[in-house]
């Protein structure tokens, strides 16, 4: 027995829907409902290049990892790091004159002389300008790290793909 209950076993969307190519159409709109949706999220999942924190560079001399006391930052596009860490993988005799703020560093006849917070420093007695300052953070003396290397007679050299910096003493 037929009847035009919606709720029959044919069904109202069968009844209304019964050629093969009608069928093709809402399975086509259907799947495109789909899909669109599904793109459509895809721009707010994604999140923007400059949301993603870069990481600390890592520093490596004469070809050793160095653990510092604290982890390198990055300011003004200069990489500054703990002060004594990287004097001892130097090598270097290091001082600091609290009152003054002052450090002073000796490895062989380089000296170089910087003062936190101050954009001058001296390398042999020579006055030279720097792009960042020594700075105070946390009670870590930080350091920029290529003026460092380069005044106490080394090559300092940034791999960005690796986010490497090698400093390799000069040998004689």
Not at 100 to 125: F, M, S
């Amino acid at each position: 027995m037929k009847t035009d209950s919606p709720y029959s076993k044919e069904g109202i969307v069968m009844k209304k829907f019964n050629s093969f190519k009608q069928k093709k159409v809402i399975g086509a709109l259907l799947a495109g409902l789909l899909l669109t949706g599904a793109v459509a999220g895809l721009p707010a999942q994604a999140k923007p290049a400059e949301a993603k924190k870069k990481e600390a560079p890592g520093v490596l001399v004469n070809g050793f990892k160095q653990t510092l006391p604290r982890e390198p930052i990055v300011t003004e596009g200069r990489t500054l790091v703990p002060l004594r860490g990287i004097f001892e993988a130097m090598d270097a005799n290091v001082e600091w004159d609290q009152y003054e703020q002052t450090i002073k560093a000796t490895k062989g006849t380089n000296t170089i002389t910087l003062q936190v917070n101050k954009t001058k420093a001296k390398v042999n007695d020579m006055e030279v300008e720097l792009s960042v300052p020594a700075q105070n953070m946390s009670g870590i003396t930080m350091v920029p790290l290529r003026f460092i290397a380069e005044a106490l007679g080394a090559y300092c050299v940034y791999y960005p793909d690796q986010n490497i910096i090698l400093i390799n003493e000069k040998t004689e």
